[in-house]
């Protein structure tokens, strides 16, 4: 029984021995062994290994993925002009030597990210103090970032390399700081409202122009109209009356007893009206009394 007992018990130790001695190293990673606290390997493939048992060897593992290190902070730089403005920016970068980064940078990933993020900062003040805001906010705000990133592959690759590699940097916003923004939208607040009164005043005056182009079209166009008018009325008069008269000038009782008609016409107008007369003594009712003054004698020839 003691026997077996040994042997499941040397089984669990050799277990716990090999399996402290294997590791696996990701295609993610870079693999590092230490022997008593110096490098002893860097393993770059994927795939199993073997060390020594601890305390002799151990390993630990470095990200050899594409990193991306965002500006962490908001503090204002001076441009060429002395203003101050927060700029957001971002870094892609990866670990290409896991032996250079390690004794010059730490030993992992938030070490490099640290110090390339002073690096970073430095040169985005270095060359941001060289522009105007013309500058940064037109075309040359690329040749701004391939400056910083050229000073900063200077500083990683310099005389104790990094061991890293800069991808790509790039701005993501460029702004004042709060409160020359506030001054800035109060500027541009009341330039718009000048453009814009000033808007106002020119459609109104243009308005008042077309009113007024429009009213005296609208006086030449009525004067006009009556004056045709009244040409074709004094037209139709003429004509009217020369047919009058050539009718009148046929038969002179027929004439007169046009006109009769017409004057009781224009006399008995409305229902209202009242007209005192003597029949036998006026001649107003002359055409009434007896047939013959009332009919017309036929025209002669």
């Known amino acids: 029984m003691n026997r077996i007992g040994f042997l499941i018990s040397s089984a669990l130790v050799a277990l716990a021995l090999l399996s402290s001695m294997l590791f696996v190293v990701d295609q993610r990673q870079f693999g590092v062994v230490y022997a008593l606290g110096q490098i002893k390997e860097v393993i770059t493939e994927p795939g199993l290994n073997f060390k020594l048992p601890p305390p002799f060897q151990n390993v630990t593992y470095i990200d050899k993925r594409l990193l991306t290190l965002d500006s962490p902070d908001t503090e204002p730089m001076l441009t060429l002009e002395k203003q101050r403005v927060v700029v957001d920016w971002f870094v892609r970068w990866r670990i290409t030597d896991p032996l250079q980064y390690i004794r010059n940078v730490g030993l992992d990933e938030a070490a490099g990210a640290n110090q390339l993020n002073r690096v970073v900062r430095n040169a985005f003040q270095e060359e941001i103090n060289r522009r105007s805001v013309r500058d940064l906010l037109s075309s040359k705000r690329e040749q701004l970032m391939t400056d910083v990133k050229r000073e900063v592959l200077e500083a990683v690759k310099g005389a104790k390399p990094w061991g890293v590699d800069v991808v790509d940097v790039r701005i993501t916003r460029m702004d004042y ?3 020359i923004t506030e001054s800035v939208y109060r500027r541009m607040e009341a330039e718009r409202k000048r453009v814009a009164n000033e808007l106002r005043s020119t459609g109104a005056a243009e308005g008042e122009k077309i009113r007024a182009d429009a009213d005296r079209q609208r006086e030449v166009t009525v004067a006009n109209a009556y004056r045709d008018a009244q040409k074709a009325k004094g037209e139709g008069d003429a004509q009217a009356a020369a047919i009058y008269g050539e009718a009148f000038g046929r038969d002179a009782q027929f004439a007169q007893f046009y006109r009769s008609l017409e ?9 209202g009206d ?24 036929p025209a002669r020839k």
């Open 263 to 271: 004057a009781y016409k224009a006399s008995f107008n409305k229902k």
């Open 274 to 297: 009242v007209m005192v007369l003597d029949p036998a003594g006026s001649d107003f009712f002359k055409a009434f009394r007896g047939s013959g003054a009332a009919a017309p004698a």
């Open 177 to 179: 700081v709060e409160a």
